[in-house]
Every structure is written in structure tokens, then in C-alpha cells.
């Protein structure tokens, strides 16, 4: 069984700023439930081949996970795979303007958990729609 799923919330801030942000990994740990450290391990961030490393608590284990960007068009979209993982993922950020000071942020996830992790693919879901709003609360809150 494998995980595919998207989820989309509208934003009130300006596009750009909405994708500096979620393009930014190491944002991460603020909006993202369990996560603990999220840091580039490549000299280039957000560039097709960048890599970072996260570190997540799930069900009282930390997990790290690896990932390396395999595209990126600016302001607009990044996506990312896992690249050492007990849980193969891909997963797509995109960004689209809705006028002038709002946006749509849509997140694209796909997986192939394997073992008792393909049990859990509706809590990966539940936490990713509260993960964006998250999101959408600390970004909507920032001045300026």
C-alpha cells in the first residue's frame, strides 16, 4: 500500500514570502509536529541536488531521515526524496499567488511505508493538515 495525497490551505500572505519560507528546511521544526532539528548538509540550499537532515520524534523513537531536493523552480514549487529513511517519501511544496497578499500552499506526499508504518498512512495524514495550519497561524501572525 502506498501513501498519495495532497492537501492545500490559503494563506494571507504574499506568495514569495510563503515560499522563502517552506523552501527553507530548517523552518521545518517550527510548523512540522515532532520534528526536533532540521539543517542543510550541502553548501547549497534550494537547488536541485541540495541535502539536509531531519530528525523527528514518532511513537517515543527519534528518526532521522535524509533527503536531497530534486526540483526546484523559484517561487513557485520544490520538491524533496528521502534519501536514507525507515519511511520512503517524496514530497512536493508548491506555491501559487491568489492575489496580491494571499496564496494557496499545496503540499504533494507520496510514500511506501513498509512493515506496521503502512497501518499508519491516515495519522501521516491527519498530521500534515495540522501541520499546515500551523503554518498558515505562524506565518499569518509574523508582521510585516
Not at 41 to 55: H, L, N
Not at 60 to 77: C, K, L, N, P
Amino acid at each position: 500500500m502506498s501513501l498519495d495525497f495532497t492537501h492545500s490551505i490559503q494563506i494571507q500572505r504574499q506568495a514569495d514570502e510563503v515560499f522563502a519560507y517552506i523552501a527553507d528546511f530548517e523552518h521545518n521544526p517550527a510548523w512540522q509536529g515532532g520534528m526536533q532539528s532540521c539543517h542543510w548538509t550541502s553548501d547549497e540550499r534550494m537547488v536541485v541536488g541540495a541535502t539536509y537532515v531531519q530528525q523527528a520524534r514518532f511513537l517515543g523513537r527519534t528518526i532521522d531521515t535524509h533527503f536531497r531536493v530534486t526540483e526546484f523552480r523559484a517561487g513557485r514549487s520544490i520538491s524533496i526524496e528521502s534519501t536514507v529513511s525507515t519511511f520512503p517519501i517524496q514530497v512536493t511544496r508548491s506555491v501559487d499567488p491568489q492575489g496580491d497578499d494571499a496564496c494557496r500552499v499545496t503540499a504533494h506526499v507520496r510514500g511506501q511505508p513498509k512493515g506496521l508504518l503502512k497501518l499508519l498512512s491516515g495519522m501521516v495524514k491527519k498530521s500534515i493538515r495540522k501541520d499546515y495550519q500551523t503554518l498558515k497561524t505562524t506565518l499569518e501572525a509574523r508582521s510585516g
